[in-house]
Nanobody, 123 residues
């Protein structure tokens, strides 16, 4: 019933772009803060972006600021992550997650999260 499904990952060369999508079902995405984090096997979780439900403010990790952009389409109940100027160090599994506020997402306190989508940046 309640689901988040990521898509859009793949293999891209350094400097390239990808657009990740996170489609929600069973609840209204705009009633939550929505964020993206990345985590590979044996690696620490890294919060990379969040958009708040209350005012639509966006937040970015320093490592992606100026390159990534988060957005939400309420009609489609989908949150996006536009990734530009990709670097090899961006390679990871990317997940979307929701929580009442972005602070919770940053802390890893999720109400729901998805299965993840692989992003590989390699020349």
């Amino acid at each position: 019933q309640v689901q988040l499904v990521e898509s859009g990952g793949g293999l891209v060369q350094p400097g390239g772009s990808l657009r990740l999508s996170c489609a929600a079902s069973g609840f209204a995405l705009d009633t939550y803060a929505s964020g993206w984090f990345r985590q590979g096997p044996g690696k620490e979780r890294e919060s990379i972006s969040c958009i708040s439900s209350s005012d639509g403010n966006t937040y970015y990790a320093d490592s992606v600021k100026g390159r990534f952009a988060i957005s939400r389409d309420n009609a489609k109940n989908t949150v996006y992550l536009e990734m530009n100027s990709l670097k090899p160090e961006d390679t990871d599994v990317y997940y979307c997650a929701v929580a009442p506020v972005c602070r919770d997402i940053d802390r890893g306190l999720f109400d729901y999260w998805g299965q993840g989508t692989q992003v590989t940046v390699s020349s």
